[in-house]
Structure formats: C-alpha cells, structure tokens
C-alpha cells in the first residue's frame, strides 16, 4: 500500500471521508455527523473522527497515507487553507483548518471548495483526464463550477473564480438565489427545475408527474426525471428547454475557456446526459466557436463520492 | 538600442507596423496598403514592406530587433503561426506567415489575433502591468478580449478562447453579427450604441444628437459621444444603460475568471471611462464575488496603437 491519500468532505451535517488510491479509487469510507456550532474546536473533533474512522478500519493506511485533502464549505483560502466565514459552519470564522489536521496527523493538508476539488479530480483520475484544461460542473442543488489549467486549480484572485453557476444568460431573468438575475442556477439546478414545472403545472398542463408526486408543492426532479422516462409530455418539454438553457450557457463558457473538456456531474448531470449530444450540436448556434460541438461534452466519472475524490486530489 | 521588436498590425486594407524598446514604447511607424486579395505572396510582399519602412527610417535597428510579432486577422493558429481562413484577407489560406516572415528577416515571428496581443501589452506594459491575471476588451467595432494568465495568452484548445464580446447576457436579446442572441457585442460596440440611439430617435424622443448629426440615419457613436459631453439628457441615458449592460457582462467575467485587473481599451472604452467607477460598484450586485469591486478596471495604455503594440509583444 502507497500513494494513497485521504478525502474529507464537510457538509453542514456531515463529515465523510475516504481512503483513495493512486488510481483515484476509493477503497474504503467513513462518515459522522459534523458539529457546526461551538468553538473551533468541535468542528475539528469531527474530521478528525472520520480520519481517524478510516485508520482504524485499515491500520497500514495510517503510514502510507501521504497527504490529506479537505472540501470545506466556503468562502475559504485555498492558499492558506483557512476557512474564512462559511454561512452553514459557524464554529469555523478565520479557522485554520489546514494547519489543524497537519499537527493532528503530520502530513500535509488542503482545503479547497468542492467544485474545484471534484474539478480537479475528473482532470486526475476521471472523465477529464488526459486533457490539459478542464471544465467542469456539478448540478445539483445549486451549479457549482471548477476549472483545471494543465493539472491545477484556477482559483483567481482571490479562490473566487469558476463561479459558473451564476453567469447571466438573462439578465431580466428570474432572481437567483445569490441575488443576480437569470444566472443558470435560477433555471438549470434541480430545485429550479422542480419550481419551473410547478409553475407549469399550475397553469393546469396535465401531466403523469403530478400523479407521481402527488401534488403540485410535493414536485421534485426526481419526479420530472421519472415521467420523462416514461414519455411524459411535459416532462420531455421541460427537460428540453433545460437543455437548451444549458447549451446557451455552455456556450459563453466556451467563448471564454474553449476548454479541451467539459465534464458534468451531480444529480441534474444524470438527469441530463441523454441530451448531451443535442447540447454539443446545440453549440453551433451559441458559441461563436465554430468547433465548439468538437469538445467532449460528458457525464462525471464521481457521483455523490465527488467530494470524497476531489479532497483526494488536492493532495494527489 | 537594444531588445527592440517590430510589431506588425494587418487589416483588411493597411499594414501598420512600429518599432517597439523594451518598456513597450512605439519609437517609429510605419503604415503600408494591404493587399488582401491575389495569392499569398502579394500579402507577405506588403507585410515585408512596412517592416523594411521601418528598417529604412532606422539602420540601426536591423541589428537590435529580436523579433517580429503579428496581429492578423483570424482565424489563425497562434502556436503554428499560420493564417487559416481570414474572411477579409482572402490571399492567405492556410498560409504560413511565421515562418515566412522569418526566413525573409530571421528573427523568431509570432502570430495572435489583435484582442490576444494587446492584451498581452497591457499585461507587460500597460495598465496591466504588475497583475498576474489579466482581463482585456476592446470596445470599438466589435468588442475583442484577451486573457493573460501569469504572463502568458490564454489560447484555449484551438486558440479560440476568450471571445469574451460574444457571452451572452440575453438570449432572448438582439441578434449578433456573430449569430447568437443577446451578446454584449450587439448592445456596447459602436455600432451598436450608434443603432440603439437611432431606435430612440426613430420613436420621437428629442435631443441634440439628432443636430449633431444631421439625421437619425447619419448617426454615430461620437455624436451620442459629443452630446453625452454637453449634458444632452438622451445621450446620458444611452450611455448609463451601456453601462449598466457591461457591468452584467463584467459580472460574469469576474464570476468566472476572477482577474487581477480588468483592462478596458478601444474608442468606446475612452468614451465609457467615465462610467467605470459606478461599473465597479455595480458588481455588487451582478457578481456573486462581493470582492469583486476592488478588481480594477481602468483605461487601457494604448489607444489606435494597441494593434501594432500587442504585436511587438507577442516577441519581446
């Protein structure tokens, strides 16, 4: 056993974490809850815990394990590897948590946001690799982007850059959640597309979604997802104009980026990956990139793991 | 003399050409006719020509040159250096300008499009001078950007990156020359402030534009310009929505790149310069970056030079 590295990715709740191996496998996982009020102190208690689950499951990983990487909520320094002043993790403001998990466990340790970490680890080991710039983004709850240049991170001036999920495609659009308006978030994340079929729904189109889910305030995209397998009219019609908002989207992205890939995960990634190729085709007409359509447009190699990898990465 | 690069700017109609010193100052031009049609000879023979105008006005700089950069119009390929298939310079297909330009002058020849160069003079010389990640448009005809990332152009998988005039902030807005809808270029560029002013004037609306040029027709740019100047309040109004619309497209471009600095040149930018304080603060709202107001944005250092500068630092 060598070369393997630790992932931790902290959510609100949640602490998981992973051993990966030098192929960007995930051999084994641990998972506790994460305490996000307190002192600094009570955070850490909870990532060290699931490291420590980790080595306490595989005892020879604690010496071959030479680097841990850590997906933390931000905004956070990716520098520094501080946590700055996240919305969701209050016991953490100004927290050095890089710094904390080093003395803990005396290897190195990163931190980074997860679209970036899970960016990087599609670029190393996943949909994206053997390409030297690399886009990619996660749609889920929200759309979160990361961009990787010949192997690394692009973080900008600050660790603020690929925020790809709120670029304009509308500007008179529907308000977002971050406070611009029309950003693809507010038409393309999974609760967005859940609250543009309830609208449809409520002007009164039928549609077998409303029988799935029971009532219109109960509609998911799960719900969308499964009447759009079925045939469902309106299902396919929003899916559709989902696409189409995406490959608008996809378009500025190239006619900044042309990026060599685009790889796309989270839940709304599933979801979608039967129109990517309409997307790609799409792209003719919304990049003024005319091989725009020739970038590999494909699904995540990590689903709900991306976070566990893309912490890996940091430290790969 | 010492460290001196000639650069050469082709349009569709004139060769520019300048000898540039290593502090990117323009100490001599030259200025020929292109000849863009017949076959590829005739093109290089005008290209040879401005640079031997320039040889001519000063032997002693054949000497110190140590290379010759061109700005030509695309699409090109900046790593090849080869003219692929420029709309307006129809003598040149798939035409190896470099390498021509070097075995007549043998020096290193490097070829980018103009937006790419100018930005690269900015970030060596210019207003971007001392930033690590530089973000460039120039507003005049169309609106060109470049990307500088550590001293180095952002070309992208095939050198079309960084079309940053043709992101789309509408898409259900005014189609582009470009064929897209609703991006920046088909509301900022001249053309466009001049046929937006003429739409107002057509619906009635009064001002001192129409005096100025005559009729709704004649209108241009450095008629709202000369109003806007002289307080006419129509003028006033087109210019702050132009404003308002290259603070959106700005939001985007931080939310993605999260540059350094962002450099602004071409006609319309001297014209928008003093708009670029109230730009800055309107971030605020159309970045979800809350930094993104302490990015600079300034007037670039070269005006109807930018060209001929851009190129000499594509060598330098």
Redesign the interface.
């Known amino acids: 056993m060598s070369g393997m590295t630790i992932g931790v990715d902290i959510g609100g709740t949640k602490v998981a974490a992973g051993l990966v191996d030098a192929a960007g496998r995930i051999t084994h996982k641990s998972r506790v809850p994460m305490v996000s009020t307190g002192d600094g102190a009570a955070g850490l208690s909870c990532v060290e815990s699931a490291i420590q689950a980790i080595f306490a499951e595989v005892p020879t990983a604690r010496a071959a394990v030479t680097g841990i990487g850590i997906c933390a909520p931000g905004p956070l320094d990716p520098t520094t590897g501080v946590i700055l002043n996240p919305p969701n993790v209050q016991c953490w403001r100004d927290y050095p948590l890089a710094a904390e998990v080093e003395r803990i466990f005396a290897v190195p340790a990163r931190v980074d946001n997860d679209a970036n970490a899970a960016c990087l680890a599609e670029a190393r080991w996943g949909a994206g690799a053997g390409y030297r ?1 690399v886009f990619f983004a996660i749609l889920g709850t929200g759309i979160g982007t990361g ?1 990787v ?1 010949e192997g690394k991170i ?5 660790g ?5 999920g ?7 659009g529907p308000r977002c959640g ?3 308006h ?1 950003c693809i978030e507010a038409y393309a994340s999974g609760p967005n597309i859940a609250r543009r079929t309830r609208e449809r729904l409520s002007s009164g189109e039928p549609s077998a979604i409303l029988q799935l889910a029971g009532s219109v305030d109960a509609v998911r995209t799960e719900h969308v997802g499964e009447a759009f397998r079925a045939g469902d009219p309106l299902a396919t019609q929003i899916l559709t104009e989902t696409s189409h ?1 995406l490959t ?1 989207w996809l ?3 190239v ?6 890939v685009m790889v796309i995960g989270g839940g709304v990634a599933e979801l979608m990956s039967s129109f990517f190729p309409a997307m790609s085709a799409g792209l003719k ?5 005319q ?1 725009a359509g020739e ?1 590999p447009l494909v699904l995540a190699r990590y689903g709900s793991d991306a976070g566990i990898a893309g912490a890996a990465a940091l430290c790969a």
């Open positions: 710039n961009i240049f692009y973080h900008g001036r600050t603020s850059a690929a925020e790809g709120h670029v304009t495609i509308d500007y008179q971050c406070g611009k029309g908002l608008i378009g500025t992205i006619d900044i980026l042309e990026p060599d007409e919304w990049a003024i990139n091989r970038i």
